[in-house]
């Protein structure tokens, strides 16, 4: 069976500091990968999603950047942190065709300080 | 962009009531699909259902569909405290190889 694992599951940091965090699936392969971000209370903001090795579409001008060095290793960073980056990050994956559904991991709350 | 908005934003009601929750969207659309997320967590893969259908049903969970109006339901039958949780639509795009876009969800509070 699939799964899908995101670390870590919470992170203090302060402005300026950089980031990374990291999402991996295991059990399928060529999936269609994605970050959202989910403000308190609110929806899903897609960031960025990938069909591939190396492709990375961005959805939002931001202070964040995506990257798939891997089949199954999606990773989001930044250079340096801004207030404004802080939230709760949800990676997710599915096999990329109409109508399939998305898979998520427990996501990683991010609080910048 | 977000296309589905659910109605209504929050939702309290008792146990073994029935909670109903709405969702509109905007363009046509190929699937809308529910998903549930506990307070903290990821989202959950509740129901799929397509365009050409207008009602599907699994276990407690009913869905309607009706693309004229692009609206959604979704019913929760004699609900638990468990049913606790924000509940998003999301809809795929023909041609959208699997993207979705979600709703700002409703969040259902259920009182034993």
């Known amino acids: 069976s699939q799964t899908i694992h995101q670390w870590p599951a919470t992170l203090v940091q302060p402005v300026g500091s950089p980031l990374s965090l990291e999402c991996t699936v295991e059990g399928t392969s060529n999936p269609n990968l994605y970050w959202y971000r989910q403000a308190a209370g609110r929806g899903l903001q897609l960031l960025f999603y990938s069909v591939g090795i190396g492709q990375i579409s961005s959805e939002v001008p931001q202070n964040l950047s995506a990257s798939r060095p891997q089949d199954r290793q999606f990773i989001l960073s930044s250079k340096k942190l801004l207030l404004s980056d802080s939230g709760f990050y949800l990676c997710?994956?599915?096999?990329?065709?109409?109508?399939?559904?998305?898979?998520f991991g427990d996501g990683t709350r991010l609080s910048i300080l | 962009s977000q296309q589905g908005e659910e109605d209504p934003q929050a939702l309290s009601i008792q146990e073994g009531e029935n909670a109903t929750m709405n969702c509109s969207y905007k363009t046509s659309i190929n699937n809308l699909q529910w998903y549930r997320q506990n307070s903290g967590r990821g989202l959950v893969h509740l129901i799929l259902i397509r365009s050409n259908e207008r009602e599907k049903h699994s276990g407690r969970l009913r869905v309607t569909l009706d693309t004229s109006k692009k609206s959604s339901s979704l019913l929760i039958t004699a609900s638990r405290a468990a049913d606790t949780a924000s509940y998003f639509c999301a809809t795929a795009r023909w041609g959208s190889q699997g993207n979705l876009i979600f709703g700002k969800g409703t969040k259902l509070s259920v009182k034993p």
């Open positions: 997710a994956w599915n096999l990329g065709q109409d109508g399939q559904p998305q898979h």
